[in-house]
């Protein structure tokens, strides 16, 4: 079963808490290992281009979420309307 929570949402596939995902993945212990892998080739990268002069802003945290979910989610780096959790974790909250 998935870790993924949230109020009544399009994110899903229908009847599932699966996100609707580019590859079509229906196996919630699947998309959380791709998820993973994409977490951690995310810290590489964006750890080894962090610097003094690296701005932590709303463009930044946009863009860090964008280039690490775009293969796998149609709506990575975009706001979300709806909220969501996975196990104990709140994403960011709906500003509404």
């Known amino acids: 079963m998935s870790k993924y929570q949230t109020d009544n949402s399009p994110i899903y596939i229908d009847g599932t808490d699966i996100p609707k995902n580019k590859l079509d993945i229906q196996d919630s212990d699947l998309i959380h290992e791709i998820e993973n892998n994409l977490l951690n080739e995310a810290y590489q990268t ?39 959790s996975k196990g104990d974790s709140q994403f960011c909250l709906v500003f509404r």
């Open 46 to 84: 964006f750890s080894q281009n962090i610097n003094q002069s690296t701005k932590l802003n709303e463009d930044f945290f946009i863009n860090l979420h964008k280039k690490t979910f775009e293969s796998l989610y149609d709506f990575a780096g975009a706001y979300r309307d709806v909220n969501m």
